[in-house]
């Protein structure tokens, strides 16, 4: 798979993959301190039928690492850059983790014009519990840290120690019996994320809401959770039931027990996908 690069318009090189062909693209976007070879088994099974196009976001893989832009808004404003670089004026996207929290800030700062259908995979609608939200309203929104636990992660992925605290965030992905070399491909590509990219972009990410952009989305969506996550599937029925019309499909543990079902078990994540994106 050839990978090529664009320019965005603060200055930055991204890298992507753009399979080619006839039909509506699909624009993947992956989660923090990852890359775009999660999606290697759906750009390689998916582009048989159709354009798929990942890409490393700033920071990641083999994308230019400055040292300014690690917000979620800039990296919403990156994928602008890219869609408008390859010229579509109508796409399917996907997030998964971080990479929904993109979506979800385009579509508050550009809306959905361009966007045909959207697939959210994995990923509270808010990762940090708040102080001024109840304790119903951290449960329902699928968080994961109280602001105290997010500091101390920072401190610990920016600290001497910080590969083995990348390391340990990942582990807690899984759950169950896990893959060896799935486990050491996931946490080897979390290694191409440098500290001072990772961890203002990680304490941005966490600290967003985006409980009010939900109900505001006015293209087909599909909501993909997983029973061996660390993130709560409630998490997911919850934001499938403020998206109008969305639809809600919750991996069971047998056939994911991870926050990774696309590299798990790519053949029952792409039948999945490919329903939806196909549906008349």
Request: one cysteine or more; charged letters at 20%; glycine letters at 10%.
């Amino acid at each position: 798979m050839t990978v090529e690069s664009f320019t965005t318009g603060d200055g930055v090189r991204l890298a992507y993959r753009d399979s080619g062909g006839e039909g509506t693209p699909l624009v993947m976007l992956h989660g923090w301190g990852q890359t775009q070879e999660m999606f290697r088994h759906q750009f390689e099974g998916l582009s048989v039928g159709r354009r798929v196009v990942t890409v490393d976001l700033r920071g990641h893989g083999r994308s230019a690492k400055p040292h300014h832009g690690y917000r979620i808004a800039r990296l919403s404003r990156d994928v602008l850059d890219l869609v408008e670089h390859l010229g579509l004026t109508a796409f399917d996207a996907l997030g998964w983790s971080m990479g929904a929290s993109v979506w979800w800030s385009f579509i508050d700062q550009y809306g959905t014009g361009r966007i045909r259908r959207l697939v959210i995979v994995d990923q509270p609608a808010a990762v940090a519990a708040v102080p001024w939200m109840t304790g119903t309203e951290q449960q329902e929104s699928g968080a994961i840290f109280d602001v105290a636990g997010l500091l101390d992660l920072g401190a610990a992925l920016a600290g001497p120690d910080g590969r083995q605290a990348r390391q340990d965030f990942v582990r807690s992905m899984f759950t169950g019996t896990t893959d060896p070399d799935l486990l050491a491909f996931v946490a080897d590509e979390i290694e191409s994320t440098p500290a001072y990219a990772g961890v203002p972009l990680l304490f941005d990410h966490c600290a967003q809401d985006w409980r009010d952009v939900l109900p505001r989305i006015d293209v087909p969506a599909l909501v993909l959770g997983c029973e061996g996550s660390h993130v709560d599937p409630a998490s997911q029925q919850f934001i499938a039931e403020r998206i109008p019309g969305a639809e809600l499909h919750v991996f069971p543990r047998g056939t994911a027990s991870s926050h990774f079902p696309f590299l798990e078990n790519p053949g029952e994540f792409n039948a999945v996908l490919e329903k939806f994106l196909t549906r008349t």
